[in-house]
C-alpha cells in the first residue's frame, strides 16, 4: 500500500519526514529496552558473523542501485566535487564549500602529504582520488571503484584537468590484489557495503608499508550494528538503495584490531550529513525537467516517476535519519588506523 503511494509522488513531503522519524524512533526504542546482557551478546554474534564469508556481497546490487546510474544524474544532484557522501559544513556554507571542507579534514586527518603512494579504496565519483592528485602532484594515487561507469568518469575528468598522477581501477573488493605497498589507504564510506571486516583489514594491513595508515570514514549508530536485510515489505531502503548494507556502531571496528590498530577516533555530528542530504533534494527538486529526461532513458519512460519520488525520498529519509536527536544518534566516525605490529 505504502510503496503503490510512494510511487505515484503524491505524499506530501511533511508526512514522509514525520513517517521516517517514527520508524526512526521505534528502532532506537528497541534498542534502548535492550538489557546489557542482550546488547553484549548482540554484539559478539554480529562480530563473529562480520569475520566470516566473503569481504562484500550483493556487490552487484549496490553497482546497479547507485553506481551505474548515469553519471549526468550525479552532476545534477551533487556539488563541484561530485562527493558522493557526507561534507562538513560552516556557518553560511555553499554544498561546493562543505565538499572542499570535508575533503581538506579527511587530508589533514589521513596525514595526506605531497609525494606519499596513496590508495583509495572505494573511490566514488572521484571527490577524493582527484582532489588529492591535484593537490598533491609528486604523490601517485591509485582509486578503486566496482563501477566501470565511475572509471570512465573519473579519467574523463582527470584529462581534462590535465591530472597524469592519478590511475583508476574497475574491480571487485573480493578479488583486489594488488603488489605495490602504500603510504596511506583512504576509504570513505565504502566500508558500510562491506561483510567480513576481519577479511578486509587483513587485505589492507597487506597493501601498506610498514609505516602506512589507513583512514576511514563511515556512518554510524552510537550504539549497535546491524544490517540491511529486505525482510518485510517495509524495509524500502534496504530493497532499492542499500541491499546487503551495515550500520556499525561507532566502537565495532575496535574490535576488529589483528592486523590494523586504531590510532585515533573523531565524531561528526549527524546534521552535517543531514544538511548534505537537503542541499541534494534541493539541487534534484530546482532541475527536475531535467533529471526525469535522465531517469527516463535509464528506467523507462512509465517508470521515470517513480524513481523520481524514490529517489527524493531517499535523500528525505537519510537527512531525517541522521538529525533526529540532534544528530548524536545516527553520525559520521573518522578512524585512523596503524599497523599492529605487537
Same mark, same amino acid.
Given at each position: 500500500m505504502i510503496d503503490s503511494l510512494l510511487k505515484k509522488d503524491i505524499i506530501p513531503d511533511v508526512l514522509l519526514r514525520f513517517g521516517v522519524r517514527q520508524i526512526t524512533k521505534r528502532r532506537i526504542n528497541r534498542v534502548d529496552k535492550m538489557n546489557v546482557a542482550e546488547k553484549v551478546k548482540f554484539l559478539m554474534n554480529f562480530i563473529t558473523e562480520r569475520s566470516e564469508g566473503p569481504i562484500a556481497i550483493n556487490t552487484?546490487?549496490?553497482?546497479?542501485?547507485?553506481?551505474?546510474?548515469?553519471?549526468?544524474?550525479?552532476?545534477?544532484?551533487?556539488?563541484?566535487?561530485k562527493k558522493y557522501s557526507c561534507a562538513y559544513w560552516e556557518d553560511g556554507d555553499t554544498l561546493d564549500d562543505a565538499e572542499s571542507r570535508m575533503l581538506q579534514l579527511v587530508c589533514q586527518?589521513?596525514?595526506? +602529504?605531497?609525494?606519499? *603512494?596513496?590508495?583509495?579504496?572505494?573511490?566514488?565519483? !572521484?571527490?577524493?582520488?582527484?582532489?588529492?592528485?591535484?593537490?598533491?602532484?609528486?604523490?601517485h594515487v591509485t582509486a578503486i571503484s566496482n563501477s566501470n561507469n565511475q572509471r570512465l568518469y573519473i579519467e574523463k575528468v582527470a584529462k581534462l584537468k590535465g591530472i597524469k598522477n592519478l590511475q583508476v581501477i574497475t574491480c571487485d573488493i573480493n578479488d583486489l590484489e594488488l603488489t605495490e605497498k602504500f603510504d596511506r589507504i583512504v576509504s570513505i564510506e565504502m566500508f558500510e557495503h562491506m561483510r567480513n571486516?576481519? +577479511?578486509?583489514?587483513? *587485505?589492507?594491513?597487506?597493501?601498506?608499508?610498514?609505516? !602506512?595508515?589507513?583512514?576511514v570514514h563511515v556512518f554510524c549508530h552510537r550504539e549497535l550494528s546491524f544490517t540491511y536485510e529486505v525482510k518485510s515489505k517495509s524495509d524500502w531502503m534496504a530493497k532499492y538503495f542499500f541491499t546487503g548494507g551495515t550500520m556499525p556502531s561507532r566502537d565495532l571496528f575496535h574490535f576488529f584490531n589483528h592486523d590494523l590498530r586504531i590510532s585515533q577516533q573523531w565524531a561528526i555530528n549527524g546534521n552535517h550529513y543531514s544538511k548534505t542530504l537537503e542541499a541534494w533534494l534541493k539541487k534534484m527538486d530546482r532541475q527536475k525537467n531535467v533529471v526525469i529526461p535522465i531517469l527516463e532513458e535509464r528506467e523507462g519512460v512509465t517508470e521515470s516517476l517513480k524513481w523520481w519520488s524514490y529517489w527524493r525520498i531517499f535523500f528525505l529519509a537519510c537527512s531525517e535519519f541522521f538529525s533526529i536527536n540532534g544528530g548524536n544518534e545516527y553520525f559520521v566516525v573518522h578512524y585512523l588506523f596503524e599497523k599492529n605490529h605487537n
Open positions: 552487484e546490487d549496490a553497482n546497479e542501485q547507485h553506481y551505474e546510474m548515469p553519471s549526468q544524474f550525479f552532476d545534477l544532484v551533487l556539488g563541484q566535487h586527518r589521513a596525514g595526506v +602529504a605531497d609525494g606519499q *603512494k596513496i590508495l583509495e579504496l572505494g573511490c566514488g565519483w !572521484g571527490a577524493f582520488c582527484l582532489y588529492a592528485a591535484e593537490r598533491f602532484p609528486n604523490s571486516y576481519h +577479511a578486509l583489514f587483513n *587485505k589492507s594491513a597487506g597493501f601498506l608499508n610498514d609505516e !602506512g595508515k589507513l583512514f
